[in-house]
């Protein structure tokens, strides 16, 4: 791809977005690296390529690689012309789950309500599979346990999403858990402690499952205030005016993320695929974002202008 491209210059279209993304993330997130000596071809694309055509195939809404590499030639072959095979980039994309969480990463931290001292922290089951012949032949067992999605009182098999925003919606953390080795609350606890969700300790916004004086107190140990709605058995909590609104946008957030970007639709069969599936689409979201704040766009989380 051409460098150069100027700020100023930047359209709302989905080609305008992929050449702004490449050329920061080869100038400053994912320099291109000599490939090792190794028996079999060398690979097409870098992972700033890779990572470029990832984000491109989960804002067109293809959910298979398959039907991806038939489409992406017409719809992104001017800006790659040099596309792998589908077998080829399947294995890529299984084995880019790094590249893609340091992009996402880079992202949420490069748009200004990064900077903003407010979270908002949530949870949501990521469902693997609808049938016992597939737990028994699932590679997902790593991951992938029972669980219950208690805003749908019903049970699930997959892994849970912890997700932790800032109110327009980039994803400043997150992470995948197995629902029976780590609930709700203990999940949240790891994740604030094994990855930076704001420069400074911020309040954060989340539902009542997050009670207890043990989360609320390792949480204020880190620094955080734990902002939720009082439960009906807490009588001696003080009346507060819980911001209702904000917990509506982290389901907005999660709703953009399960279907507009196929999260619900992830297809994949191992550990190493969903991580990676994952972090395509939480990379897509922040990506998105990120060009509307270079643009100037009057809603940060609209999808519109790259969907077609």
């Not at 700033?48 to 990832?54: I, M, N, R, T």
């Not at 309040?203 to 734990?226: M, Q, R, T, Y």
Request: hydrophobic residues 40%; charged residues 20%.
């Amino acid at each position: 791809m051409a460098k150069g491209v100027e700020d100023r210059c930047v359209t709302t279209n989905l080609d305008a977005l992929l050449t702004a993304l490449y050329v920061h993330l080869d100038d400053h997130v994912l320099p291109s690296r000599e490939q090792p000596v190794k028996r079999g071809p060398n690979r097409l694309l870098t992972d700033a390529e890779l990572v470029c055509v990832a984000v491109a195939q989960v804002l067109l809404r293809h959910d298979s690689e398959r039907h991806w590499m038939r489409a992406a030639p017409h719809r992104i072959g001017h800006l790659f012309p040099r596309l792998p095979g589908q077998s080829e980039y399947n294995r890529h994309l299984r084995a880019l789950g790094p590249a893609l969480l340091t992009a996402a990463m880079w992202l949420a931290r490069a748009v200004p309500t990064w900077w903003e001292r407010l979270r908002l922290m949530d949870g949501t089951p990521v469902r693997c599979g609808a049938s016992r012949t597939t737990v028994h032949r699932s590679g997902l067992g790593q991951i992938a346990g029972y669980g219950m999605d208690k805003s749908h009182h019903a049970f699930y098999w997959g892994a849970k999403l912890m997700l932790i925003t800032t109110a327009e919606g980039t994803v400043c953390a997150f992470s995948l858990a197995h629902p029976k080795e780590l609930d709700e609350r203990k999940q949240a606890l790891h994740l604030l402690h094994v990855q930076d969700c704001a420069p400074v300790p911020v309040p954060i916004v989340c539902d009542k499952g997050f009670s207890g004086a043990g989360v609320e107190k390792a949480a204020a140990d880190l620094g955080h205030l734990l902002i939720r709605p009082t439960r009906q058995d807490e009588p001696e909590r003080a009346v507060e005016v819980f911001p209702s609104w904000l917990r509506q946008r982290i389901e907005a957030i999660i709703w953009t993320l399960k279907n507009q970007l196929g999260l619900e639709r992830h297809q994949a069969r191992t550990t190493e695929g969903l991580w990676a599936r994952v972090c395509q689409r939480i990379c897509a979201l922040n990506a998105a974002i990120w060009h509307n704040w270079l643009i100037d766009a009057p809603v940060k989380r609209s999808l519109i202008a790259y969907d077609h």
